[in-house]
């Protein structure tokens, strides 16, 4: 079964373009609703911990440096099947290959500065919120 909540990151480049509040347009005009929320910036070390998973990949050095370079949002949405649905509204990783009406399409400028993130599953989901949020930060 799937689950109702995600996690995502406005990401640096998006943040400096101004770009929040037109993301979070589009998140609730989808139908997500936001449980938690922050305004942030992630060390090299957390940003690190967070991509843990592409350690292996040859842009993981890359990617820490731009997840440390400047603030974030972070948040939990909430949506029923909220992983897939949202994973669909943020379009693909490449913004050249994302569908229109998408938020990367719309906002990321490349494959590595992509404006937003999204769990890929529920698993992933509970723990990306996990890593930002305390049980009295969640509504
Ligand atoms: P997604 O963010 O769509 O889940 P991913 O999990 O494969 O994509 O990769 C995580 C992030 O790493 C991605 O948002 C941007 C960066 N990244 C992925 N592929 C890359 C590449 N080929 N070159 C540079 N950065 C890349
Ligand atoms: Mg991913």
Do not use: C, W
């Amino acid at each position: 079964m799937s689950g109702n909540r995600t996690f995502t990151m406005i990401k640096p480049d998006a943040v400096k373009a101004n770009n929040i509040g037109n993301i979070l347009q589009m998140i609730n005009a989808a139908g997500f609703k936001i449980v938690a929320m922050k305004y942030t910036k992630l060390s090299k070390d957390l940003a690190g911990a967070f991509y843990e998973v592409h350690k292996e990949r040859p842009f993981y050095g890359e990617l820490v440096d731009f997840m440390s370079s400047g603030s974030i949002i972070a948040a939990i949405l909430e949506k029923d099947n909220a992983v897939e649905d949202f994973r669909k509204l943020i379009g693909a990783t490449n913004p050249a290959e994302a569908e229109e009406g998408t938020i990367r399409k719309k906002y990321a400028s490349s494959v590595g500065e992509n404006a937003v993130h999204g769990s890929d599953s529920d698993e992933n989901a509970k723990i990306e919120g996990d890593f930002f949020f305390s049980m009295s930060e969640r509504f």
